[in-house]
């Protein structure tokens, strides 16, 4: 059974617009949640993260938000941008085991210009 | 040159033989990762690596095995690949967290076809 989930397999955004991606989980005992993008042909790298005691965190124009209540969290891109067009993993991890990720399935997002 | 090198970027091979994906790193992390990539499924754990004595199976650890030469160098070797392990294969290193989030850094992969 996942613990990861990520229910979109796709997105299209026009250009300028907000990308949001979700992510839901069904582990409590997570305590560290991470985006990871990956164009074609390279590794994924990492994006942003969030820990537990947290409800948002952001950098540029990317922003995570999560909701504990609901298991569920979500990366906003604002604006998109072309060059955002790839797909994106949402990973988590436990406090005592951090060195292992479980990833989501992945969400492939294109940014229309 | 890349932080993380995987060789090679793609091979054939049929099904029985042997297969080695080596991955090297200038990170100067301790921990290294084998990850498996499969459409719908993610990223899946195969085997992980503290340090050079300290290797442990992953959550799909069943039909492979690892060896960790050096800190920097570790390999993932099918004994006698079977098609339902055609996949791409991700190694990834980490350094010991201390505190925040524990930041994989990928090599960019290994696609295995198994005919």
């Known amino acids: 059974d996942q613990q990861v989930k990520q229910n979109s397999p796709s997105l299209s955004v026009q250009e300028g617009r907000i990308s949001i991606l979700n992510c839901d989980y069904t582990?409590?005992?997570?305590?560290?949640f991470l985006w990871y993008k990956k164009y074609p042909a390279e590794g994924p790298t990492f994006l942003i993260s969030?820990?537990?005691?947290?409800d948002k965190n952001e950098d540029g124009r990317f922003t995570v938000f999560l909701n504990k209540s609901a298991k569920h969290l979500s990366l906003h891109i604002v604006p998109s941008q072309p060059g955002d067009s790839a797909v994106y993993f949402c990973?988590?991890?436990?406090?005592?085991?951090?060195?292992?990720?479980?990833f989501g399935s992945g969400t492939r997002l294109l940014v229309r210009p | 040159d890349a932080d993380v090198t995987q060789t090679p970027r793609n091979r054939i091979t049929k099904t029985g033989k042997r297969i080695m994906l080596e991955c090297s790193q200038t990170?100067?992390?301790?921990?290294m990762y084998w990850y498996r990539q499969d459409p719908g499924l993610g990223l899946r754990l195969i085997y992980y690596s503290f340090d050079v004595k300290d290797i442990n199976k992953g959550e799909i650890s069943d039909g492979y095995s690892v060896s960790r030469q050096a800190q920097a160098k570790f390999s993932l070797s099918l004994e006698s690949a079977i098609p339902n392990q055609t996949a791409l294969y991700f190694c990834a290193t980490s350094d010991r967290p201390r505190a925040g989030a524990n930041v994989l850094t990928f090599g960019a992969g290994s696609r295995l076809t198994v005919l």
């Open positions: 582990n409590s005992m997570f305590d560290y």
């Open positions: 969030i820990s537990s005691i947290k």
């Open positions: 990170k100067g992390h301790d921990r």
């Open positions: 990973a988590a991890s436990e406090m005592d085991s951090s060195y292992k990720l479980i």
